[in-house]
C-alpha cells in the first residue's frame, strides 16, 4: 500500500463509533483498522481520500447528533 493515514482521537465515545462503523473495514483498493488510533491504507490517493471521507462523515454523523439531544 503506498498511503498510510493514523488519526487519533481521545474521545472514547468517537472511537467506538467508529469501531462499530468500520470493524476493520478492507477493500482490494483500502482498509480502515480501528484500535487504539484509527489508522488508513491505501493504493492510490483516490482511494485514501475516499476511506478519509468516510472517517469524516461518521464523525460529522455523531457530532450532529449529539447537538439534537
Request: net charge positive; hydrophobic share 40%.
Amino acid at each position: 500500500m503506498s498511503y498510510r493515514c493514523v488519526i487519533q482521537i481521545e474521545d472514547a465515545k468517537k472511537k467506538d463509533v467508529l469501531r462499530s462503523e468500520f470493524k476493520d473495514l478492507k477493500t482490494e483498493r483500502f482498509q480502515i483498522k480501528t484500535d487504539k488510533e484509527v489508522i488508513v491504507t491505501a493504493k492510490d490517493a483516490v482511494a485514501l481520500r475516499a476511506a478519509l471521507n468516510s472517517v469524516c462523515k461518521a464523525l460529522y454523523i455523531f457530532d450532529k447528533s449529539k447537538e439534537i439531544k
